[in-house]
T-cell receptor, first 111, second 116 residues
Framework: QKEVEQDPGPLSVPEGAIVSLNCTYS??????FMWYRQYSRKGPELLMY????GNKEDGRFTAQVDKSSKYISLFIRDSQPSDSATYLC???????????FGAGTRLFVKA | SAVISQKPSRDICQRGTSLTIQCQVD?????MFWYRQQPGQSLTLIAT?????????ESGFVIDKFPISRPNLTFSTLTVSNMSPEDSSIYLC?????????????FGPGTRLTVL
């Protein structure tokens, strides 16, 4: 079993839809959770960063962490064609743990 | 957040040659990371480079193939040696944030390498 599981998609939605991207993980030591957006032929860009459980909102993006279920989500409201990219979840623990990345979900938002 | 630049942005190389990729950060950072991302795949950590010490390589990666230098707190290089077509990939430099961004990880734009 991989430490982090993420459906690679692709996920195709119409413009304006609410997008839900998810990852599950197995290591209860993970405390820091990140979402990256990666456009084609570019490096990953840090989108959201959360510590422990709870929600964090930034504009059209909401990150949710449920440590009891070992499940994290990224919601994109009012999706735009410019949101078309690969979204990678990432997580790490404390005390020198290295960051573990999901496989990435390819998202297409159709105009 | 840290601003990271990489050179070259892309290159096409012949089998058997070597390429050195440079990574420059706009602030002093303790830990720098080198990743490989093959087409359609996620990120694979090659090694962690701390200034003043030998790089720590992940399983499957060796110093002879991927020598790394870390001469100061803002710069590192990764060399891909004796290249083969299997080394064709995107190579990414990454750093851990500082201050309020500690535990966040930032990436450079990547170097797209094609080996013929």
């Amino acid at each position: 079993q991989k430490e982090v599981e993420q459906d690679p998609g692709p996920l195709s939605v119409p413009e304006g839809a609410i997008v839900s991207l998810n990852c599950t993980y197995s290591n209860s030591a993970f405390q820091y959770f990140m979402w990256y957006r990666q456009y084609s032929r570019k490096g990953p860009e840090l989108l959201m960063y959360t510590y422990s459980s709870g929600n964090k909102e930034d504009g059209r993006f909401t990150a949710q962490v449920d440590k009891s279920s070992k499940y994290i989500s990224l919601f994109i409201r009012d999706s735009q064609p410019s949101d078309s990219a690969t979204y990678l979840c990432a997580m790490k623990g404390t005390g020198g743990f290295k960051t573990i990345f999901g496989a990435g979900t390819r998202l297409f938002v159709k105009a | 957040s840290a601003v990271i630049s990489q050179k070259p942005s892309r290159d096409i190389c012949q089998r058997g040659t070597s390429l050195t990729i440079q990574c420059q950060v706009d602030s002093q950072v303790t830990m720098m990371f080198w990743y490989r991302q093959q087409p359609g795949q996620s990120l694979t950590l090659i090694a962690t480079a701390n200034q003043g010490s030998e790089a720590t390589y992940e399983s499957g990666f060796v110093i002879d193939k991927f020598p790394i230098s870390r001469p100061n707190l803002t710069f590192s290089t990764l060399t891909v040696s004796n290249m083969s077509p299997e080394d064709s990939s995107i190579y990414l430099c990454s750093v851990e944030g500082t201050g309020e961004h500690y535990n966040e990880q930032f990436f450079g734009p990547g170097t797209r390498l094609t080996v013929l």
